[in-house]
């Protein structure tokens, strides 16, 4: 492999440049219902993305502690952040995958720029990230995918696809980060957005990938085999669907009486003040 300092000395190693007419990177990184990290794995997967480099961890990590495996210490691991490159056929089209299995804790800033300048060397001339929306939406509901951009002209694009633009809003971490450094440095970028349900948010949330994945694929212009996140996204939804249910019974357990309850309280408390009487009972 190539070893390369990035801007702010960090090593990143390369071990090819794309030579294709356009290229573009999806940036990912774990997030709200591991939107991101979802669809940046199953499209290495299903594209058959080679590894073509990868970011010194020790520039951003610091193990705290080891796996122990039948009671042998195993070496200290750290999270990977690697590129995967794919690129069609006819070199029309090349996309870089970047995958980072972890944010870091600290220096995040320093690791979109590290990301940045990967993607410069490679000859990327978009960005995309994608993240979970929260919202209001019922977990059996069609999942809508919004949009964000980097520049007013990127967002007509958008119309074309049925991607939802909302106003104002943030998107936290790395995600989202990624996008506003490339704006500075005057590379286009686009985030999509899947909605998340949010009583749903600390569960992986295949569906929201799989909205996400549908638009991505469409503006970019490749095939992609979606049958298997399909099914996993119709599992997922059908465990969100008992915990909703489950929650739905704990709140009505919890915050209403039966009839029957209520008749018994009253004439238990039937030899004490009515004004003490009325305020139990407001109370249900």
């Not at 210490?73 to 995958?97: A, I, M, N, Q």
């Not at 469409?218 to 996140?229: A, C, F, Q």
Request: overall charge negative; proline content about 4%; aromatic content about 8%.
């Amino acid at each position: 492999m190539r070893e390369r300092k990035g801007k702010k000395g960090v090593s990143i190693s390369l071990t090819e440049k794309p030579q294709v007419d356009h290229c573009v990177m999806l940036a990912s990184w774990p997030g709200i219902g591991n939107v991101s990290l979802i669809l940046a794995q199953y499209l290495k997967e299903k594209l058959g993305a080679r590894e073509v480099g990868e970011i010194d961890p020790v520039d951003f990590f610091e193990p705290v502690g080891v796996m122990v495996r039948e009671n042998v210490v195993e070496e200290p691991r750290f999270p990977e952040s690697k590129f995967y490159y794919w690129e069609k056929e006819d070199r029309s089209l090349g996309v870089v995958l970047f995958i980072g299995e972890e944010q870091p804790r600290s220096r995040g800033y320093e690791m979109v720029e590290t990301v940045l300048d990967a993607a410069e060397q490679l000859g990327v001339g978009r960005i995309f990230s994608c993240a979970a929306a929260v919202t209001r939406i019922h977990h059996s509901e069609e999942t809508k995918v919004w949009g964000v951009a980097t520049r007013t002209e990127l967002l007509d694009e958008f119309s074309r696809y049925k991607v939802v633009l909302r106003g104002t809003l943030r998107i936290a971490g790395l995600n989202g980060l990624i996008l506003g450094r490339a704006k500075e440095r005057g590379i286009d970028g686009m985030c999509l957005l899947g909605e998340v349900p949010g009583f749903a948010t600390q569960m992986a949330h295949p569906k929201a990938a799989l909205a996400v994945l549908s638009v991505f694929a469409e503006m970019i212009g490749i095939d992609i085999d979606t049958e298997e996140l399909e099914g996993l996204s119709k599992q997922s939804e059908m465990e969100m669907d008992v915990i909703s249910k489950q929650a739905t019974a704990a709140y009505i357990d919890q915050f209403t009486e039966p009839i029957w309850e209520q008749n018994q309280t009253e004439e238990e408390e039937g030899g004490e003040e009515d004004e003490d009487s009325d305020q139990d009972f407001g109370r249900n």
